[in-house]
Every structure is written in structure tokens, then in C-alpha cells.
């Protein structure tokens, strides 16, 4: 039977592939945008019209408590996927960041508290709060280390989450994505940076090459939010998803180059490079946890992922500045 879910963040990356699993999957699907004057639903509006008009929009601002309240009011599952997530804007504007991802997931969780028929609270996490590798692959005991004021306000929801969970009863689940990708992500993340350049200049502009990531295609990442709301064993604690395998940013340029049919060109740009204590070098995922509560094993391989995110970026350069450093 499908159910009354929430999807916060629903017009963003993988907010609106959320939205449009869980339509597709039968569920009646609320979904909780930022508003502002130009009426602008972000990649909702690249939803498939069937899907559109399935789906119920509420417009508000994660930092009013009453509009978060209205959202998550008759709803039985929510899908808190609402944050600034860009590492570089984080230094930039850290207050913001700390008051949009701590305080307004704490209004969240604060609503859901008082919702009688609520089932289910899926948080989001990032494998940002783990800091440059300790050891590998990285499980859900790898010790949390912010190093950037991003990193540092998810470590702060998340315990958040843990906090509602322990005090109130608050039936949370916090699901943790290792680096995820697909079509439309914007260029404030590595492989759409990388791919929209190379598709319209012979040089690409980047940071370090060589930090290793472990990428997730968004469909598999979409699958894990829905996979982690049905499974019961996962209350109360933090769950890894990822590929479990990694590439360093090198190795990636390399790998995009071949699926163009082209060797690429890079030219370092300084102010792309992070802080030196703030650059994470290794992110690699451990989900052992993810495989047993529910058989997590990605579908997608690295390169099926590149290809579909490639075509998505070749059909929508409009949407891409690749003379600009997108933050």
C-alpha cells in the first residue's frame, strides 16, 4: 500500500530523483521546496509531466517552523533530504549553512514528534562527516571529524536525529550516501564540473587531482533512501550506502575522457583547491551494515552512471557556466 510521504529538499538533485521513485513506487508523494519569487520548483520541473502531476507541492523555508509543520502534518513517512550542501559556500556563509541544516532539521524532527500517524523518519547524512579517512573501507564506527562548517552542521543534525531517537522515540533512520552522482547534479560537485567543461573547452579547470572518492549513481542512492524507510532493523542508527570501491579525481578526468572519445586536458586553478586542513583524501565506503539489514548492492557500475550523466549534460549545457567556478 502506498503511503503519505514527505520529501524535503524534493527540488534538488536527489530530492527530485527521491520524489520520483517514490511516485513511481505508488506512494503519495508531498514534496517541501524552498520558496522564492519566481515561483522556481528546481528539478521537480524536470520530473516527467505524469509524474508532476502526481505530486503535492508545498513551498516554505526549512528555518520557519510552522511552515515545517504544515509539511509534515498527515504524513507517514518523511524523507528529510533540505540542507545547503555546497562545501565552498559553507566558508563562505557558515551561519547560514549551521542555521538551514542543524536548526531546520531540528524542526523537522520537532514536527514529526508531534505527528500521531508518523511511521518513519529517514535523515540524511554525508560521508563529509567522516573527515579524511582514518582507515578503510570506512564503516559506520569510523570516529566524525568536521572539516569544513558543512561537515560539521551534518555531524550536528545527525546527532540530532540520534538525540530524537533515544529521547522522544522518535522512530529515525539516518541514511549516509558516500559521494552521489547523475543527471542533474550542477556543477558545485566534481563530474558535472568536470563534464560540462570538457564538452565545451579543450582545458578543464580543477582542484587536486588526487583526493579518491567513492561515487554512487543517483538512482542507487534514490533506492537506498526507499530501502532503509521499509527496514525496521535500521531505527536508530547510521547506515553507510556507496559503490565500496574508489577513484581519485585524476583517475576520473580519465575515465570521462574515454567515455567522450577524447583525452582531457587539466589546468589547476588555485582557488578551486580547498583549505589544506579542510580537503578530505580519501572517502571509500564500508557497507557491510547496508548489506546485511537489507541486501544493499548497488545496481549501477561507475561508467554506466558517467555515460547517463554525460547525455543528461550534453541535452542541458544551457543550465551550465563552465567559465565560472560554481560554489
Not at 526549512?62 to 509534515?72: F, N, T
Not at 563529509?128 to 559506520?140: R, S
Not at 564500508?286 to 543528461?312: C, H, K, M, N, V
Amino acid at each position: 500500500m502506498g503511503k503519505a510521504v514527505l520529501v524535503t529538499g524534493a527540488g534538488g538533485f536527489i530530492g527530485s530523483h527521491l520524489v520520483e521513485h517514490l511516485t513511481r513506487a505508488g506512494h503519495r508523494v508531498r514534496a517541501f521546496v524552498r520558496y522564492n519569487a519566481r515561483d522556481d520548483r528546481g528539478h521537480l520541473d524536470d520530473l516527467p509531466r505524469e509524474v508532476q502531476a502526481q505530486v503535492e507541492v508545498h513551498r516554505g523555508d526549512l528555518k520557519d517552523p510552522e511552515a515545517v509543520a504544515r509539511a509534515v502534518q498527515g504524513c507517514e513517512r518523511v524523507f528529510h533530504l533540505g540542507a545547503l550542501i555546497a562545501i565552498p559556500y559553507s566558508y563562505q556563509n557558515p551561519l547560514d549553512v549551521v542555521q538551514t541544516n542543524v536548526l531546520g532539521t531540528a524542526h523537522v524532527l520537532d514536527a514529526c514528534r508531534r505527528e500521531a500517524n508518523l511511521e518513519r523518519v529517514v535523515l540524511t547524512s554525508t560521508s563529509e562527516v567522516y573527515g579524511t579517512a582514518q582507515y578503510v573501507p570506512i564503516d559506520e564506527k569510523h570516529p566524525l571529524r568536521g572539516q569544513s562548517p558543512y561537515s560539521a552542521s551534518k555531524i550536528g543534525a545527525d546527532a540530532l536525529g540520534e538525540s530524537y531517537h533515544r529521547s522522544f522515540g522518535l522512530p529515525v533512520a539516518i541514511l549516509r550516501p558516500f559521494n552521489t552522482f547523475g543527471p542533474r547534479q550542477s556543477a558545485r560537485a566534481i563530474i558535472p564540473t568536470i563534464i560540462s567543461q570538457a564538452l565545451s573547452r579543450p582545458v578543464v579547470k580543477l582542484g587536486r587531482l588526487d583526493p579518491r572518492r567513492d561515487l554512487t549513481f543517483v538512482k542507487d542512492t534514490a533506492a537506498g533512501f526507499a530501502a532503509i524507510a521499509e527496514c525496521d532493523e535500521a531505527l536508530g542508527r547510521v547506515v553507510n550506502i556507496g559503490r565500496g570501491s574508489d577513484v581519485s579525481i585524476g583517475e576520473l578526468v580519465e575515465r570521462i575522457g574515454a567515455l567522450l572519445g577524447r583525452a582531457i586536458e587539466v589546468e589547476t586553478q588555485t582557488d578551486r583547491v580547498r583549505p589544506a586542513a579542510s580537503e578530505v583524501e580519501r572517502l571509500l565506503a564500508g557497507t557491510a551494515l547496508a548489506q546485511s539489514l537489507w541486501g544493499w548492492t548497488p545496481r549501477y557500475s561507475l561508467d554506466e552512471g558517467l555515460a547517463e550523466t554525460i547525455a543528461w549534460i550534453r541535452d542541458h549545457q544551457d543550465r551550465f557556466r563552465p567559465d565560472e567556478y560554481a560554489t
